[in-house]
């Protein structure tokens, strides 16, 4: 496991319960490097103080959910320039295609100079009505087994100084 000086900060939210599932889960895969923070209580210090990122959100009309955008707005100036060359990672829980919000987060990611450590992960729920779209989600149990796996090959990079 990571020494526990090195910090992986899991940075999510969720609507539908989804995101939730799988940042808690990705957290789990981490172990004691894992700190997770729902977006809304996410501080600059938060994102100084940790050595690598998970960001995981639900894809809302095609872009990120809104608090997730919050919580770049209020973080990004203040720790522009401070955070170069630290790894990070994305789950994005989409209704169809979860593209938009992918594409989000990596420009943002690229200003702040990230290194992206895993492929994207995006998990189609394939919600296409207000009913579906609003309704709570259980995650399949091989998507949690995935983020497990994320969590777990972040955490082993930060043990192993790769990021």
């Avoid at 789990?28 to 995981?56: C, R």
Wanted: charged share 25%; net charge negative.
């Amino acid at each position: 496991m990571p020494p526990p000086d090195k910090t992986l900060l899991i940075i999510w939210h969720s609507r539908t319960g989804a995101s939730k599932a799988m940042a808690e889960a990705a957290g789990e895969g981490a172990g004691q490097s894992a700190k997770l923070l729902g977006a809304a209580d996410v501080t600059p210090q938060h994102l100084l103080d940790a050595d690598a990122y998970l960001f995981v959100c639900p894809e809302n009309l095609a872009t990120m959910s809104g608090m997730m955008k919050e919580m770049f707005d209020q973080t990004y100036y203040p720790i522009l320039g401070q955070i170069e060359g630290r790894g990070f990672a994305t789950i994005i829980a989409a209704g169809s295609d979860g593209e938009g919000a992918q594409r989000q987060i990596d420009r943002i990611a690229k200003g702040w100079r990230l290194r992206r450590v895993a492929e994207p992960m995006i998990v189609n729920f394939d919600a296409q009505t207000p009913e579906a779209i609003l309704a709570e989600k259980a995650v399949d149990p091989k998507k949690l087994k995935q983020c497990r796996e994320l969590g777990a090959a972040l955490g082993e990079g930060l043990a192993l100084g790769v990021f």
